[in-house]
């Protein structure tokens, strides 16, 4: 069975930093390819970054550039989202997704988290 599950949401203020684990089980980790989406409420879920099977090449949403960085450990079967700078326009639920292939926006998705908040307060 397989699970991914995430850590690290919570309040913050404007400028400050978040680190949102995603911890993997169940599936051959380094096969997959692995995103961050989040969605607000009202909103459409969105991809905010992408990384390859490898970790060697990511993506980011063009609003998160410079600000967000992800990583992956394929010995810990984990990946990382490192968010810096937070804006209040970042809240949202940060789920971390898996998907057999590298695509960008990484779809369709094959896995799911359960999801994390993230809150930036003014």
């Known amino acids: 069975q397989v699970s991914l599950v995430e850590s690290g949401g919570g309040s913050v203020q404007a400028g400050g930093s978040l680190r949102l684990s995603c911890t993997a089980s169940?599936?051959?980790?380094?096969?997959?390819?692995m995103g961050w989406f989040r969605q607000a409420p009202g909103k459409e879920r969105e991809n905010v970054a992408v990384?390859?099977?490898?970790?060697?090449?990511?993506h980011y949403k063009d609003s998160v550039k410079g600000r967000f960085t992800m990583t992956k450990d394929n010995v810990e079967n984990t990946v990382v989202l490192q968010m810096n700078d937070l804006k209040p326009e970042d809240t949202a639920v940060y789920y971390c997704?898996?998907?057999?292939?590298?695509?960008?926006?990484?779809?369709?998705?094959?896995?799911w988290g359960q999801g994390t908040q993230v809150t930036v307060t003014v």
């Open positions: 997704a898996a998907r057999f292939g590298f695509t960008w926006p990484l779809v369709p998705v094959d896995y």
């Open positions: 990384i390859s099977r490898s970790g060697a090449t990511t």
């Open positions: 169940g599936l051959p980790f380094s096969d997959y390819a």
